[in-house]
């Protein structure tokens, strides 16, 4: 099983992520530094972890949408290799063109850091087979600019496509119709606000995040 983590400038979840892929794939994940202009051959998973990537200067994300390794994200995503990209890695994602919409300022401005409750939308995703539709989870959040954002012809093809993979239960911070995940057309990009690498173990307060990286990486390596 080989996995990556991109890192970038001001990642600060890029080990939280690195720790949940060698946990439950078996083998640590490359760090792959932003700059690079390739990827390690024969990737089963990217991650694009969490942080404050080139300081969110600009727009969250901006910047490091622009850098060359996304260049080689984007072509494995292409092939088919599933990438998820987890708070800032979403924000990343979508400035990157890999996935609809945006990610704006909360609406009420503020910094928020606490579990909230999700719904799972769709679980026919790599990122939620060992989850069941519908199924609430708790999952830890931590972002100033999680505000997802879309037109509605988006909104309504994202919900119409089934490609809306986690929802708020309360609504947070201000997203459109309380999306807190999305997949790209495909379904092997994944993009999600709040930090399933942040329920791992017990010790974090629930593991409901872990069973996202066991049916992915149970999937790729079948």
Excluded at 17 to 41: K, N, Q
Excluded at 89 to 105: D, H, S, V
Excluded at 159 to 172: H, I, L, P, T
Aim: include cysteine; charge should be negative.
């Amino acid at each position: 099983m080989k996995s990556a983590v991109i890192v970038f400038p001001g990642s600060n979840c890029d080990r939280d992520l690195a720790v949940a892929f060698a946990e439950v794939g078996g083998t640590p994940p490359a760090m792959v530094w932003h700059a690079d202009s390739e990827l390690p051959p024969g990737l089963d998973v990217i991650g694009v972890p969490g942080g404050f990537s080139y300081g969110d200067y600009l727009r969250s994300g901006a910047m490091a949408a622009r850098s060359p390794v996304m260049r080689a994200v984007a072509d494995a995503a292409a092939r088919g290799v599933p990438v998820i990209g987890i708070c800032n890695g979403f924000q990343i994602l979508t400035e990157a063109g890999l996935l609809p919409g945006a990610l704006m300022r909360n609406a009420e401005l503020a910094y928020i850091c606490r579990p909230v409750s999700l719904v799972v939308e769709n679980d026919a995703l790599p990122f939620t087979n060992r989850y069941g539709a519908g199924e609430r989870i708790t999952i830890p959040i931590a972002h100033h600019d999680g505000n997802y954002q879309a037109d509605t012809d988006t909104l309504d093809r994202l919900e119409g496509e089934s490609r809306v993979a986690f929802r708020y239960v309360d609504q947070c911070n201000g997203s459109a119709r309380n999306i807190a995940g999305v997949v790209n057309a495909a379904g092997n990009v994944l993009g999600m606000m709040p930090h399933p690498e942040r329920a791992l173990e017990p010790a974090h307060g629930n593991t409901d995040g872990r069973r996202l990286f066991e049916g992915l990486f149970e999937l790729v390596g079948a």
